[in-house]
């Protein structure tokens, strides 16, 4: 689906997201406040993070970047430096912690690739082989990815079909346990009913003492499915990018952008029977990031044999 311009503008305003700068932005506690000289200027070092803390990783609407943004403005991104910095990082946590993919990995429209057969099925292969080697534990399907991702690549699917949960139907939740405490991750399609959310909400929660939701909305529908679930924590994606987590109906919405330019970090922590985030934080994919040496092989393999160009590429819709 593209999204406007105006409702990109409507969306920011709407989450108070500021604009993207070269900084990380963080915040520590549950109340949305400035930085000052005594809160939370920095995250905490690796070595006071303990298991009390739940760490999150998450992105969305990568749509198969494969290279940095050539703007002369925050040139971020690149397939090879994501992959590298969520393996890294994840191993690198001291906390436990969950990776997710909050949907749109797949590209939808043009894509720099000459209109070749063997173009697609190289840039697909190469955009799910990432997935798993970023060590991802959940991977969010939009409409119609599942029937295509079997088509496309049927020998890796079993391997995403066990990290994957489907937005559309919606699937069955995902449970991890967070220090003896059932967490639940689901992920809801902005196309749902009212009723269809309410009733997937109610049965995470009856699962689960934590809810994460993985809305596939934007800042408008997103909030809908933020009061309907009542969830703990809720990504959005549809390029929402939230400079600290946003406080709404009692859940914490925070969102990555688009493109795969950032990546988002957070720990979520329990006080007084609530959940809290600190140490929130949006990571700059640029230079300073530690490429994966294959994967980055393998995109400028794909882009010589197969570039420069631009092919229509719109993945099928159930």
């Known amino acids: 689906m593209i999204r406007s311009v105006l409702s990109v503008l409507v969306t920011a305003s709407l989450l108070l997201a500021s604009s993207v700068t070269g900084t990380r932005t963080e915040t520590n506690g549950g109340a949305l406040q400035k930085p000052s000289a005594s809160n939370s200027a920095e995250p905490r070092s690796e070595s006071t993070r303990t298991d009390s803390r739940l760490a999150i990783l998450f992105m969305s609407e990568t749509r198969a970047n494969l290279v940095p943004c050539s703007c002369p403005d925050g040139p971020w991104g690149g397939l090879a430096r994501r992959v590298g910095y969520l393996a890294d990082r994840k191993s690198a946590i001291g906390s436990p912690v969950i990776s997710l993919d909050g949907g749109g990995f797949l590209p939808v429209g043009t894509v720099p690739l000459r209109n070749d057969p063997n173009a697609e099925t190289g840039l697909i292969r190469l955009l799910a082989e990432s997935l798993l080697r970023s060590n991802l534990d959940v991977i969010t ?109 009692g859940c914490w919405i925070v969102g990555a952008g688009r493109e795969g330019k950032e990546v988002g970090e957070l720990y979520l922590t329990f006080d007084q029977g609530e959940i809290r985030i600190e140490d929130y934080s949006l990571t700059p994919m640029d230079d300073a990031i530690t490429p994966h040496a294959a994967t980055e092989t393998l995109v400028r393999t794909l882009l010589d044999e197969f570039g420069p160009g631009w092919r229509m590429l719109v993945t099928p819709v159930e």
């Not at 990290?163 to 939740?173: E, H, K, L, N, V």
């Not at 679930?229 to 549809?238: G, H, N």
Request: charged share 25%; proline share 6%.
């Open 141 to 249: 399907l939009d409409p119609g990815d599942e029937s295509y991702l079997r088509q496309i690549v049927p020998d890796l699917w079993p391997r995403i079909e066990a990290r994957a949960i489907d937005a559309s139907i919606p699937s069955p939740t995902r449970v991890v346990s967070w220090n003896g405490k059932p967490v639940a991750i689901l992920a809801l399609h902005e196309s749902l009913d009212d009723e269809a959310v309410i009733a997937a909400a109610q049965a995470a929660r009856a699962e689960a003492e934590v809810l994460i939701v993985l809305a596939r909305a934007d800042g408008v529908s997103g909030r809908r499915i933020a009061a309907l679930t009542r969830a703990d924590l809720v990504v959005f994606s549809f390029g929402v990018r939230t400079e600290r987590p946003v406080r709404y109906e």
